[in-house]
């Protein structure tokens, strides 16, 4: 068993992942989040409003999940979101055709539905499940269609994204933040994927939650106000030119955009801020880094793009965050789609005086001769050089149709005028988190097996042999590791105590009374602290300690015969498995100074080892 299935198995158990349909044979693509999974989500959703939000600055909006087609026509979506499928002849099974070719040859991805069914022909390559012949690939789109409204309705999508309903807001964005650039926006939500395969848990799902923040920028200035804040920041790079020689590489921030490996500030900026957004949430380092898009997979409206990604047991590097420089296409293009100018007017420091191309349409004769049409013929007219308004009958295409307009009806020259600020198109630099990935990320960095005896030897405590001590009585119950000996090795997911989905565990030693009591007291106090906290009376101390590993809670506390004589409890740490002795008094402030001020462990209370 690899780790993959170890935590896959871990998380099923113990409530973080469940599989979608489950009473009905599942389906592929589809996860439920248990409670414990549930939880974990949530704190990782909201630490990245913590950064976004409140540190950055870009409020956070929600748009439908449901899109209306002309956004997604201009957005590309409808004709060109799609991956090249083929499909058995014999078993009917559905694969991807980059991924039947792609240890074969590099770069399958970049290759075409036609070039793909050739190298399959050419290398004989057959059905994975079958090994039947497959049929000619083609592009599937991935987006799920529906209608909107009874009877014919009007053509919808689900959203494959988030970004879309940013872009669509961007007038009233603007008007918001006072048309003062740079600016951002964030949306946490559902997308959907029709994914053609998705056999990769998790790491590919076809209802999966994204949290993208789009920032729109100055094209004019593409400095980051407070780049000082990660320039000294150390980054693993694994850039185009290092992908070239195999090998990633650590550099600061300021050393990349100063050396033109990042475009520039703002890009940078946002690069680090994933970073630190990453490993706070428990992302090892020393498993991520960030791949630049070679230039062959370069979107083609991207001045640059960056994946970070982490390294996982089965499946490898997996890109769990995209850091693109996407220019100004977006707005371009749904500008165009629905004919209203999208720019920010922004002023000079100075008025400029400018001498400028000149366009006045007559709409006292455009009026008469095209009526409702006049206007948009000005404005068609609006965007001709003088080379074009020069002849005597112009040419102008208005929703799809050519028409004629004589030279008298317009006038153009080149006039000086005074000019306080002009029209910019922002350009937008988009952080797109995959949620779902970095879950199942931070679950395989933080899954640990370690070897009991180790454990013990290396934090200098003893282990007892006999777990049922915990039913026998408050003296023999006392060693913090009961039980504990009794398997070679314990399975604990080492969260951090930020986003663990329990940051405590309440255990009266026994189920009776006079422990139950003062413990649901202790549990009602942390609450009040708006700590995470769980109530455990079942089973030996020694079980409950490794239930709670398993699931990562950060500390237990343990009530025992001695708080009734001096009012003290036991702390314990679940990575070091150390135990002190606290006062109930306080004890709430002590939790959530270890938990958020990170108070050191050992000064909670005093050293407990039997």
Same mark, same amino acid.
């Given at each position: 068993?690899?780790?993959?299935?170890?935590?896959?198995?871990?998380?099923?158990?113990?409530?973080?992942?469940?599989?979608s /349909?489950?009473?009905?044979?599942?389906?592929?693509? /589809?996860?439920?989040?248990?409670?414990?999974?549930?939880?974990?989500?949530?704190?990782? =959703?909201?630490?990245?409003?913590?950064?976004?939000? #409140?540190?950055?600055?870009?409020?956070?909006i929600?748009?439908?999940?449901?899109?209306?087609?002309?956004?997604?026509?201009? &957005?590309?979506?409808?004709?060109?979101?799609?991956?090249?499928?083929?499909? !058995?002849?014999?078993c009917?099974?559905?694969?991807?055709?980059?991924?039947?070719?792609?240890?074969?040859?590099?770069?399958?991805?970049?290759?075409?539905?036609?070039?793909?069914?050739?190298? #399959?022909?050419e290398?004989?390559?057959? !059905?994975?499940?079958?090994?039947?012949?497959?049929?000619?690939?083609?592009?599937?789109?991935?987006?799920?269609?529906?209608?909107?409204?009874?009877?014919?309705?009007?053509?919808?999508?689900?959203?494959?994204?988030?970004?879309q309903?940013?872009?669509?807001d961007?007038?009233?964005?603007s008007?918001?933040y006072?048309?003062?650039?740079?600016f951002?926006?964030?949306?946490?939500?559902?997308?959907?994927?029709? =994914? *053609?395969?998705?056999?990769?848990?998790?790491?590919?799902?076809r209802?999966?939650?994204?949290?993208? !923040?789009?920032?729109?920028?100055?094209?004019?200035?593409?400095?980051?106000?407070?780049?000082?804040?990660?320039?000294?920041?150390?980054?693993?790079?694994?850039?185009?030119?290092?992908q070239?020689?195999?090998?990633?590489?650590?550099?600061t921030?300021?050393?990349?955009?100063?050396?033109?490996?990042?475009?520039?500030?703002?890009?940078?900026?946002?690069? %680090?801020?994933?970073?630190?957004?990453?490993?706070?949430?428990?992302?090892?380092?020393?498993?991520?880094?960030?791949?630049?898009?070679?230039?062959?997979e370069? %979107?083609?409206? %991207?001045?640059?793009?960056w994946?970070?990604e982490?390294?996982?047991?089965?499946?490898?590097?997996?890109?769990?965050?995209?850091?693109?420089?996407?220019?100004?296409?977006?707005?371009?293009?749904?500008?165009?789609?629905?004919?209203?100018?999208?720019?920010?007017?922004?002023?000079?420091?100075?008025?400029?005086?400018?001498?400028?191309?000149v366009?006045?349409?007559?709409?006292?004769?455009?009026?008469?001769?095209?009526?409702?049409?006049?206007?948009?013929?000005?404005?068609?007219?609006?965007?001709?050089?003088?080379?074009?308004?020069?002849?005597?009958?112009?040419?102008?295409?208005?929703?799809?149709?050519?028409?004629?307009?004589?030279?008298?009806?317009?006038?153009?020259?080149?006039?000086?005028?005074?000019?306080?600020?002009?029209?910019?198109?922002?350009?937008?630099?988009?952080?797109?988190?995959?949620?779902?990935r970095? /879950?199942?990320?931070?679950?395989?960095?933080a899954f640990?097996e370690?070897?009991?005896?180790?454990?013990?030897?290396?934090?200098?405590?003893?282990?007892?042999?006999?777990?049922?001590?915990?039913?026998?009585?408050?003296? %023999?119950?006392?060693?913090?590791?009961?039980?504990?000996?009794?398997?070679?090795?314990?399975?604990?997911?080492?969260?951090? &105590?930020a986003?663990?989905?329990?940051?405590?565990?309440?255990?009266?030693?026994?189920?009776r009374k006079?422990?139950?009591?003062?413990?649901?007291?202790?549990?009602?106090?942390?609450?009040?602290?708006?700590?995470?906290?769980?109530?455990?009376?079942?089973?030996?101390?020694?079980?409950?300690?490794r239930?709670?590993?398993? #699931?990562?809670?950060?500390? &237990?506390?343990?009530?025992?015969?001695?708080?009734?004589?001096?009012?003290?409890?036991? *702390?314990?740490?679940?990575?070091?498995m150390?135990?002190?002795?606290?006062? *109930?008094?306080?004890?709430?402030?002590?939790?959530?100074?270890?938990?958020?001020?990170?108070?050191?462990? =050992?000064?909670?209370?005093?050293? /407990?080892?039997?």
């Amino acid at each position: 068993m690899d780790k993959y299935e170890k935590v896959f198995e871990l998380a099923k158990r113990r409530g973080f992942l469940w599989n979608s /349909f489950e009473l009905y044979g599942g389906s592929r693509g /589809f996860y439920d989040y248990g409670p414990l999974g549930s939880t974990l989500k949530r704190r990782i =959703e909201q630490i990245w409003r913590e950064f976004y939000v #409140i540190q950055e600055g870009h409020m956070e909006i929600e748009c439908p999940t449901i899109g209306i087609e002309d956004v997604f026509i201009a &957005s590309g979506h409808v004709g060109g979101f799609s991956d090249p499928l083929c499909e !058995c002849k014999n078993c009917g099974e559905a694969f991807r055709a980059d991924h039947l070719v792609e240890n074969i040859m590099a770069a399958a991805g970049t290759l075409s539905a036609e070039q793909l069914t050739q190298v #399959i022909k050419e290398k004989g390559i057959t !059905c994975p499940e079958c090994g039947g012949e497959l049929n000619d690939a083609y592009e599937f789109n991935l987006m799920f269609k529906t209608t909107i409204g009874p009877g014919t309705g009007r053509k919808g999508y689900l959203r494959p994204e988030t970004a879309q309903g940013m872009f669509v807001d961007f007038q009233r964005l603007s008007r918001f933040y006072r048309d003062k650039l740079p600016f951002g926006a964030v949306q946490i939500g559902k997308s959907y994927r029709n =994914e *053609i395969a998705p056999r990769q848990g998790v790491i590919r799902l076809r209802e999966f939650t994204q949290a993208e !923040c789009e920032i729109f920028t100055d094209p004019r200035n593409k400095k980051h106000p407070d780049f000082e804040r990660f320039a000294d920041s150390e980054l693993t790079l694994y850039s185009q030119e290092a992908q070239q020689k195999g090998e990633a590489f650590r550099t600061t921030v300021r050393e990349a955009v100063e050396k033109g490996i990042i475009a520039h500030e703002m890009l940078g900026y946002n690069i %680090a801020l994933t970073n630190e957004f990453l490993t706070k949430v428990g992302i090892d380092p020393a498993r991520l880094r960030f791949r630049q898009h070679l230039k062959d997979e370069m %979107a083609h409206y %991207a001045i640059d793009c960056w994946d970070a990604e982490i390294a996982t047991d089965r499946f490898g590097w997996v890109e769990i965050v995209g850091i693109a420089d996407r220019t100004d296409y977006d707005l371009k293009a749904h500008s165009r789609v629905s004919k209203t100018d999208l720019y920010v007017y922004v002023e000079y420091d100075e008025p400029k005086m400018l001498t400028r191309f000149v366009v006045k349409p007559n709409m006292g004769k455009l009026g008469p001769l095209f009526k409702g049409k006049a206007k948009a013929v000005a404005d068609a007219l609006k965007q001709l050089s003088e080379e074009e308004l020069s002849k005597s009958q112009i040419k102008v295409t208005v929703d799809g149709e050519e028409l004629t307009v004589s030279s008298d009806v317009v006038d153009f020259a080149e006039e000086t005028v005074k000019v306080s600020g002009e029209n910019v198109i922002p350009h937008v630099i988009e952080p797109s988190y995959g949620i779902d990935r970095i /879950f199942y990320g931070i679950m395989e960095h933080a899954f640990d097996e370690e070897k009991l005896a180790q454990k013990a030897a290396e934090s200098g405590l003893k282990v007892e042999e006999n777990e049922e001590k915990a039913d026998k009585g408050p003296e %023999a119950a006392k060693d913090e590791n009961e039980g504990e000996g009794e398997e070679e090795t314990r399975l604990v997911m080492h969260f951090s &105590s930020a986003i663990a989905p329990v940051q405590v565990a309440v255990l009266p030693l026994l189920t009776r009374k006079e422990l139950a009591d003062p413990a649901k007291e202790i549990l009602l106090r942390l609450r009040e602290k708006r700590l995470l906290v769980s109530y455990d009376d079942s089973g030996t101390i020694g079980r409950r300690y490794r239930r709670n590993d398993e #699931i990562g809670t950060p500390y &237990s506390v343990t009530v025992d015969y001695d708080t009734l004589q001096d009012g003290t409890v036991t *702390i314990r740490d679940r990575d070091s498995m150390r135990q002190v002795r606290a006062p *109930i008094k306080g004890i709430e402030n002590v939790l959530y100074e270890l938990i958020y001020r990170g108070r050191d462990f =050992e000064s909670a209370g005093k050293p /407990f080892n039997f």
